[in-house]
């Protein structure tokens, strides 16, 4: 079956400006991760979502990042007032169930220019 | 807090040698470790996980050991091929963490010279 997609792939906005990623998970998948890596550095977590239960949002950097997620498909991440130190590569991964394997989308590369 | 390292950042090796990517983790209280590949617009594709309670895992040309007491995993990759050229990274899962995060490693990024 499909894997995870996101979409854009690659994303240019200046700074000030608002964007929204999109994450496709496997269907059936009830947890959902978003991540964030900075070039050169490894992942950060950022959100988690499980089922219905409310999202995990310490990872959050800032009140600029917010998540949405319907059911278990669809999760769109936005960014508001986007900022330079925004740019980077943001990864969606979903997995069966919490604490199973997470197989990851291919990112998003975010520049703020 | 967990900490994850990898060492070297960088390693560039001529095709047909064997390999050693390490990682370490100041906290021994995990779950698990995974070991996954990074291909640039491909995302990231899990390799070996090793549980807990396991010492490695093979998969291949690819062999994950777990030292917890030390803090230390290796990847070890045999015969490398041109096509093994990617950034690995390692991740833990601690025990304490609810949702299961995964803290990462910064990766090293593996160039195998034909």
């Known amino acids: 079956g499909a894997g995870v997609s996101q979409s854009p792939s690659n994303k240019v906005t200046e700074k000030g400006k608002d964007v929204e990623l999109r994450c496709d998970p496997i269907?059936?998948?009830?947890?959902l991760y978003w991540y964030r890596q900075r070039l050169g550095q490894g992942l950060e977590f950022l959100i988690y979502?499980?089922?219905?239960?409310?999202?995990?949002k310490s990872g959050l950097p800032s009140d600029r990042f917010s998540a949405e997620r319907t059911g278990e498909s669809v999760s769109t991440l936005t960014i508001q007032r986007t900022q330079q130190e925004d740019s980077a590569v943001y990864l969606c991964?979903?997995?069966?169930?919490?604490?199973?394997?997470?197989?990851f989308g291919p990112g998003t590369r975010l520049l703020v220019l | 807090k967990q900490e994850v390292t990898q060492i070297p950042a960088a390693l560039s090796v001529p095709e047909g040698e064997n390999l050693v990517l390490n990682c370490s983790f100041t906290?021994?209280?995990?779950?698990?470790l995974q070991w996954f590949r990074q291909d640039p617009g491909k995302g990231l594709t899990s390799l070996l996980l090793i549980q807990s309670s396991q010492r490695e895992q093979t998969s291949g040309r690819l062999n994950a050991s777990l030292d917890k007491s030390s803090g230390r995993s290796t990847l070890y990759i045999a015969a490398s091929q041109p096509g093994d050229s990617a950034t690995y990274l390692c991740?833990?899962?601690?025990?304490?963490?609810?949702?299961?995060?995964?803290?990462w490693g910064a990766g090293t990024k593996l160039i195998i010279k034909p």
């Open positions: 906290d021994s209280a995990i779950y698990n």
């Open positions: 991740a833990v899962r601690g025990l304490m963490d609810s949702n299961y995060q995964l803290i």
């Open positions: 979502f499980q089922g219905n239960s409310a999202p995990d």
């Open positions: 991964a979903s997995s069966q169930n919490r604490g199973q394997t997470q197989y």
């Open positions: 269907s059936g998948h009830t947890a």
